[in-house]
């Protein structure tokens, strides 16, 4: 077999994989089924050996946080600990369904459970709910809870929600999908939340106001609470997006600040696994007096047992079958446990301290828009000696020096963004190489600014024609049969 | 200092020289006086792998898992076999600690499992594409009926099954109150199908689409080609909820002229997990995709003209399209994905229809050992797959804590969706006739 293949183009009539114990019972004949039954089943057909070559092989052509380094600015690329993946499979833990009799699950109930004093604790919010499957379904069930509160009040005529410019594309997508209306506000020059731009589209419709803090250029806000004054004031409520929770943890808490609603994105700020895409979760924390819309269940403890609890009649409903990403909870549980309090501080404190010890240098060589202490990343835009050489050109050059690109042109807001965060787990000595990588990316564009604009050259592929894949749409294996013929 | 976290004691002193602070409080200057956080968070640790393994498993000995317990459980979660290669691939770092492939040069494992996804996917569903997957079947279902909406001019109705398992209809309730979307509940007949008729009189201009589940939630297999004749007749769309397993017997919904396919692919090889993650699977024609949600990976080629995948249509997506996108939908369930693909690589051609002729032949022979006992009887006429309803003419509370004590999860008590004395009971390929027979045993000793 070709290790270069797709898994069909391995498949050979007869071959299989599975292995099953033999029917003990009598077979039923499928046209007792009360439905037309298939004549071909089209699955590939290959031996376990095949299957996993296969497998192993595709594998080698990703990178990985266990390969090397991930400065993704807003994605919190730490290190995913390996303890974390054994607790999460130990079988009592997992092999357990979700119609269990609540008795028979009292250790997970635990462990949610505390799982969610410890997110409320480091948010300063007052109950979580653990159900959202990712961090934008958790802005989802959090716009629906404002919606909720300001429909019971009778304002149905709350209907807006405002925006800053420099906002995660979700934001904007999640107003859409809670029914809103967007007001986009322009930012200052930092970032932040311009108090006067705010100021001007305040009436009475206002519903809310979503923000990240520190802003999506790594500043903090320091004018956070007037901004919850002005909304509060409007009688509108404030919501944290959690995407940026690993610069303050232990150092400042989003409830503390006047946020009424906020998300954690745990597959950031708590180490689990990206998965090449998913599964996270997006637990969801509010203040008291918003307890009474969250999604149902709640998990509660009574006495000495944990139940869930489904009397809730203002609640919002459910975002989702059962109840939350349990699986991925668990890695949360165990992330948190062996940091504790004093380890998550210290893990925001070198996240920050990382992150500016990367600035302080790459600004030398790089435009540094705004040039003030950062939190936990920060933007840069473009070569200061070679301003015609573009970040996608940087970003893919940095790949043949074995690294994985920074976020590019995100945000919006900076011309040729390159948004660098490290993260707490990366040593000094892999700071220090990186940032000699793009130095010497930087020497390359101007002398060779071809080099560049042709890279990567070490890559699995190199450079791939993203419009013929839009033009062509060969989605699946047919798809690619028929183009052939 | 702790052992994640490599700089500390004098290499975080010179870092900070570096930058011309000297303390860690100098990094956290521009944070307002007020808002410091004072004191330390109250959250206990850092334990030690040791401690924690501890913690973990003391919490694990008060659940009792299916090795405890053999279970009889389903209500849209089915514990199926998860062959054993699937954790050995899953567990390689290259594929869950990767990030989402949008530098492809550096992703093509991920992206070429998309794209090998997608293959498998339409070729169950007899659809020509699908997407990378979606968080769970739940959220496959919403996103679906919003696709509906989408495709039909001042549409804000949609008919949804009683059939439908009735915690995704209220995910479906709340995603829709929020956006002024009516949901209308089409009734089951005495058969336990959709009820067609009643379908017809819900029926007005404004509705864009039928939703049935397939099996459906109470075990019965609908009558598809009628439900698509339905679709056709009142030219909205049809979206059938399906379980994957039951394709490896059942003609394939595309080539009953189906529009959207969902589902929840747990049983694809996904453990239980007491409820996620799983992945929310969505096909349908080609003609709808530009306003299909979520990943999507395409074929391409780089500038040596070798072959490589690539994410594409991304303009689609929240990102790019912010406000007017057609999801805010961010991630798609990669890992749980390459989970359901490895499943049906393993099991191939022949392995899927094994598991579906078993899982329905053992439900089968439990209902009629059950019927035969006396105690039960059956509630819907008409055929069932790998789940059957019945209703028993004792308390069932007290079976099923009976039953428990036994050492069996006897099965779903359908009294926590309104219908008091029935019994929701799911039969798997790894159910053998001793158990069942056990089963059967212990429900007439304790009635």
Redesign the interface.
């Known amino acids: 077999m070709s290790y270069d293949r797709?898994?069909?183009e391995n498949s050979v009539p007869g071959?299989?994989?599975?292995?099953?114990?033999k029917?003990?019972?009598?077979?039923?004949d499928?046209s007792?089924?009360?439905?037309?039954?298939?004549e071909e089943?089209?699955?590939?057909?290959?031996s376990?050996g095949d299957?996993?070559r296969?497998?192993?092989n595709?594998?080698?052509?990703?990178?990985?946080?266990?390969?090397g380094f991930?400065p993704?600015g807003s994605?919190t690329?730490?290190?995913?600990?390996k303890?974390n993946?054994?607790?999460a499979?130990?079988?009592?833990?997992?092999?357990?369904?979700?119609?269990?009799?609540q008795s028979?699950?009292?250790?997970?109930l635990?462990?949610l459970y505390e799982l969610q004093e410890?997110l409320a604790?480091?948010s300063?919010m007052d109950t979580m709910t653990l159900q959202p499957?990712?961090?934008?379904?958790g802005?989802?069930a959090g716009l629906?809870i404002i919606?909720k509160y300001h429909e019971l009040r009778g304002d149905h005529h709350r209907t807006k929600i405002i925006l800053p410019d420099s906002a995660?594309?979700?934001n904007?997508?999640?107003?859409?999908?809670?029914?809103f209306e967007?007001v986009e506000i322009p930012s200052d020059e930092d970032g932040s939340v311009d108090i006067e731009e705010l100021k001007a589209v305040i009436d009475g419709n206002l519903a809310g106001l979503m923000l990240t803090n520190p802003n999506t250029l790594g500043?903090?806000e320091?004018h956070?609470?007037e901004v919850t004054q002005i909304i509060h004031d409007a009688g509108g409520l404030i919501y944290y997006d959690g995407a940026n929770m690993n610069a303050?943890?232990?150092?400042?808490?989003p409830g503390?600040?006047g946020f009424d609603v906020m998300h954690f994105n745990v597959h950031k700020t708590f180490?689990t696994?990206?998965?090449?895409?998913?599964?996270?979760?997006g637990p969801v924390g509010v203040k008291a007096f918003l307890r009474e819309f969250l999604?149902v269940p709640l998990i509660e403890k009574e006495g000495e047992n944990y139940v869930l609890n489904y009397d809730l009649p203002n609640s919002?409903?459910?975002?989702?079958?059962?109840?939350?990403?349990?699986?991925?909870l668990v890695r949360t549980f165990?992330y948190?446990?062996?940091?504790?309090?004093?380890?998550?501080?210290?893990?925001s404190?070198?996240a920050?301290?990382?992150a500016?010890?990367l600035m302080?240098?790459l600004k030398k060589t790089y435009r540094l828009p705004i040039d003030?202490?950062c939190?936990h990343e920060f933007v840069l835009s473009g070569i200061q000696a070679a301003p015609n050489v573009s970040t996608l050109d940087i970003?893919?050059r940095l790949?043949d020096f074995g690294f994985?690109?920074p976020t590019v042109y995100?945000p919006l807001i900076i011309p040729e963004a390159m948004m660098i965060e490290p993260t707490?787990?990366?040593?000094?000595d892999t700071l220090d190489r990186f940032m000699d990588a793009l130095e010497a990316i930087a020497k390359e564009a101007v002398e060779n600014p071809e080099l560049l604009h042709?890279a990567?050259y070490t890559?699995?592929?190199?450079?791939?024609?993203?419009v013929?894949?839009?033009k062509?749409?060969?989605?699946?294996?047919?798809?690619?049969l028929n183009e052939k013929n | 200092?702790?052992r994640?976290?490599?700089?500390n004691g004098a290499?975080?002193q010179?870092?900070?020289e570096?930058?011309?602070?000297s303390s860690?409080d100098d990094?956290?200057?521009?944070?307002?006086q007020?808002?410091?956080?004072k004191g330390?968070?109250?959250?206990?640790?850092?334990?030690s792998?040791m401690e924690?393994?501890e913690?973990?498993?003391?919490?694990?000995?008060?659940?009792?898992?299916?090795?405890d317990?053999t279970?009889f459980?389903g209500?849209?979660?089915y514990?199926h076999?998860v062959?054993l290669?699937i954790?050995?691939?899953i567990?390689?770092?290259?594929?869950?600690?990767?990030?989402?492939?949008y530098?492809?040069?550096?992703?093509?494992?991920?992206l070429?499992?998309i794209?090998?996804y997608?293959?498998?996917i339409?070729?169950?569903t007899g659809m020509?594409?699908?997407n990378?997957?979606m968080?769970?079947?739940?959220?496959a279902a919403i996103e679906a009926a919003f696709l509906s909406i989408a495709s039909k001019r001042k549409s804000n109705i949609l008919l949804v099954s009683q059939g439908v398992?009735p915690?995704?209809l209220?995910?479906i309730?709340?995603?829709c109150?929020?956006?002024?979307i009516e949901v209308r509940v089409v009734p089951l007949n005495d058969q336990g199908r959709t009820d067609l008729q009643k379908a017809q009189e819900l029926m007005e201009a404004g509705v864009a689409s039928i939703m049935v589940q397939?099996p459906n939630f109470f075990g019965v297999?609908?009558?598809?080609?009628s439900v698509v004749k339905f679709s056709k007749d009142h030219k909205i769309m049809s979206i059938d909820y399906v379980d994957p397993i039951s394709?490896?017997?059942?003609?394939?919904p595309g080539?009953?002229g189906v529009d959207v396919v969902v589902a929840?692919g747990q049983s694809l090889g996904n453990?239980?997990?007491?409820?996620?993650?799983y992945?929310g699977v969505m096909a349908m024609r080609?003609k709808d995709?530009r306003k299909m949600p979520g990943?999507?990976?395409?074929?391409?080629?780089?500038?040596?003209g070798?072959?490589?995948f690539?994410l594409?249509?991304q303009?689609r997506?929240?990102?790019?399209?912010?406000?007017?996108?057609t999801?805010?939908?961010?991630?798609?369930?990669?890992?749980?994905m390459?989970v359901a693909s490895?499943y049906?690589?393993?099991?191939?051609?022949?392995?899927?229809?094994?598991?579906a002729?078993?899982s329905?032949?053992?439900a089968?022979?439990l209902k009629k050992a059950l019927l035969e006992t006396g105690h039960f009887e059956n509630v819907f006429s008409?055929?069932n797959?790998k789940e059957f309803t019945l209703r028993y003419k004792g308390d069932v509370d007290a079976l099923?804590?009976g039953l428990?004590e036994d050492g069996f999860?006897g099965g779903?008590n359908l009294n926590r969706f309104g219908r008091d004395g029935e019994i929701l009971i799911a039969v798997t390929?790894k159910r053998?006739?001793a158990e069942?027979d056990a089963y059967v045993d212990a429900v007439r000793r304790l009635s």
Do not use: W
């Open positions: 797709l898994i069909f071959k299989f994989a599975y292995s099953l114990p029917l003990d019972v009598p077979e039923i499928p007792s089924l009360g439905t037309p039954i298939r089943l089209d699955l590939p057909e290959v376990e299957l996993i296969h497998y192993v595709i594998s080698t052509k990703n990178f990985s946080i266990d390969k991930y993704l994605c690329m730490k290190y995913n600990p303890i993946e054994n607790v499979r130990i079988p009592g833990l997992s092999k357990i369904h979700p119609y269990q009799p028979t699950v009292q250790g997970s635990a462990l410890y604790e480091v300063g499957a990712a961090g934008a379904q802005e989802l629906m919606k995660h594309g979700t904007p997508a999640t107003t859409a999908m809670a029914g967007l500043l903090f320091g956070i609470e303050i943890m232990g150092r400042a808490r503390d600040m180490s696994p990206h998965g090449g895409g998913g599964p996270g979760a999604p919002i409903g459910k975002v989702k079958a059962f109840y939350g990403n349990y699986g991925i165990s948190i446990s062996t940091m504790g309090g004093p380890g998550l501080r210290e893990a404190e070198m920050v301290l990382n500016n010890y302080e240098r003030k202490l939190k970003a893919k790949m994985h690109p995100f707490e787990t990366e040593s000094r042709n990567p890559t699995p592929v190199r450079r791939i024609d993203e013929y894949a839009a062509a749409l060969i989605l699946t294996y047919k798809d690619m | 200092m702790h994640y976290i490599p700089n290499l975080l010179e870092m900070l570096k930058i011309g602070l860690m990094l956290f200057v521009d944070i307002p007020e808002l410091q956080f330390e968070l109250n959250i206990p640790g850092a334990l792998e924690l393994l913690k973990a498993t003391k919490l694990s000995k008060k659940n009792k898992s299916t090795d317990l279970c459980l209500g849209g979660v514990d076999f062959p290669v954790d050995h691939i567990s390689r770092s290259e594929f869950y600690t990767s990030y989402t492939p530098q492809p040069e550096v992703s093509q494992g991920t070429q499992a794209f090998e997608q293959s498998l339409t070729q169950l020509e594409v699908s990378a997957s968080y769970d079947g739940s959220n398992h915690e995704v209220e995910v309730k709340t995603y109150h929020f956006r002024q397939n297999v609908e009558d598809i080609d394709l490896g017997l059942f003609e394939a080539d009953q929840d453990g239980m997990n007491y409820g996620g993650p992945l080609k995709v990943r999507v990976a395409g074929l391409s080629k780089d500038v040596d070798k072959r490589a690539v594409t249509l303009a997506e929240q990102h790019i399209r912010r406000f007017k996108a999801s805010n939908i961010c991630s798609n369930q990669a890992l749980n390459l490895i049906l690589n393993t099991m191939g051609k022949k392995g899927l229809r094994e598991v002729i078993q329905a032949s053992k089968a022979y008409g055929p797959f099923l804590k428990e999860l779903l390929e053998s006739k069942m």
